[in-house]
Nanobody, 121 residues
Framework: QVQLVESGGGLVQAGGSLRLSCAASGSIFSIEEMGWYRQAPGNQRELVAMITSGDKTNYADSVKGRFTISRDNVKNTVQLQMNTLKLEDTAVYYC???????????????WGQGTQVTVQS
């Protein structure tokens, strides 16, 4: 019943920018961590960025200085601003959230369906 919906993916030129958004909905009591992972064909899934409910952030070394993660705790959304995009940023990007549902004993992880980001020269 909890759902994460991503938006903002697409095709961009190298050096350009793109902003991804993810909205969590359903019977949500609280959300601790939210973040983004990505997976390119033939590669392992990797953490891109994460952010806690207290706005503490963590980034993969490959995106530091180029990507910025943020969240809105009222709207239950998380965004990823991607600047100076490179060809190697091409991947499917997945939103995740650590969510406690109303009436649940403990939080658990939820994932979005993924959104394609393609960077071309």
């Amino acid at each position: 019943q909890v759902q994460l919906v991503e938006s903002g993916g697409g095709l961009v030129q190298a050096g350009g920018s793109l902003r991804l958004s993810c909205a969590a909905s359903g019977s949500i009591f609280s959300i601790e961590e939210m973040g983004w992972y990505r997976q390119a064909p033939g590669n392992q899934r990797e953490l891109v960025a994460m952010i806690t409910s207290g706005d503490k952030t963590n980034y993969a070394d490959s995106v530091k200085g180029r990507f910025t993660i943020s969240r809105d705790n009222v709207k239950n959304t998380v965004q990823l601003q991607m600047n100076t995009l490179k060809l190697e940023d091409t991947a499917v990007y997945y939103c995740y959230a650590d969510i406690t549902r109303w009436g649940a004993a403990a939080p658990r992880d939820y994932w979005g369906q993924g959104t394609q980001v393609t960077v071309q020269s």
